[in-house]
């Protein structure tokens, strides 16, 4: 079965902290996600990865940083906490469709998700 | 820009009737259109997806359509439940890129 786990379900820290999420699946996906869910806002996207230390910017990478050393492994980290980066953080892994003859759908595996909040 | 809209308004539909949901996009090709299912504190789960040359696509009580001309795709939960009530999110996928284009999601509540 299909399996992205992360490493906290509640965290709490204080402003200014350095916080570390980690996430890992075992489907040996290619790709890997970052995001953020917030009330009324959807899903918007942070960082992803499409190969082991390579990472690419989404739509909200300010104020966060990824490290992908291992396939399996997709670190978010937070450099210095701040109050408005309350809020449910989402990882997903999918498979990587390289071309559009190759029909594949890349749906997305997601974990149970990091709520945080920040103080 | 591209933009998917869904009913930010929760729907309210009896048990046993069918639900349908709105998934609208604007200045998207996409190759894909798929739908989740979110329940509280939990990530979004798989649940159908439809591709850009299919109108229909069924799975048990489950009915996605996708019209490429209007840019909407309907989903439609037949014999509805309490148990079908959480947030349905559309995602769109295009050919050209490893990202999924999220709507915002619809809260679907069942009442018994």
């Known amino acids: 079965d299909v399996k992205v786990t992360q490493s906290s379900r509640y965290l709490v820290k204080r402003t200014g902290e350095k916080v570390f999420l980690e996430c890992v699946q075992d489907?040996?996906?290619?790709?890997m996600f970052w995001y953020r869910q917030d009330p009324g806002l959807g899903l918007r996207l942070i960082y992803f990865?499409?190969?082991?230390?390579?990472?690419e910017k989404g739509d909200i990478p300010e104020g966060y940083s990824v490290s992908r050393e291992k396939k399996e492994r997709f670190s978010l980290i937070l450099e210095s906490a701040s109050t408005n980066q309350t809020s449910m953080y989402l990882c997903a892994s999918s498979l990587r469709r390289t071309t559009r003859t190759s029909g594949r759908a890349v749906t997305q595996y997601f974990g149970p998700g990091t709520r945080l909040t920040v103080l | 820009s591209q933009k998917i809209e869904q009913n930010s308004e929760a729907l309210n539909i009896q048990e046993g009737k069918t639900a349908t949901l709105t998934c609208n996009y604007t200045n998207y090709s996409p190759a894909y259109l798929q739908w989740y299912r979110q329940d509280p504190g939990r990530g979004p789960v798989f649940l159908l997806l439809?591709?850009?040359n299919e109108k229909e696509k069924r799975k048990e009580r489950l009915k996605v359509t996708f019209d490429t001309t209007l840019k909407q795709s309907l989903f439609h939960i037949t014999a509805s439940q309490p148990a079908d009530s959480a947030t349905y999110l559309c995602a769109l996928e295009a050919w050209s890129n490893y990202q999924l284009i999220w709507g915002a999601g619809t809260k679907l509540i069942i009442k018994p």
């Open positions: 990865s499409y190969d082991v230390k390579m990472k």
């Open positions: 489907m040996d996906h290619e790709n």
């Open positions: 439809i591709r850009e």
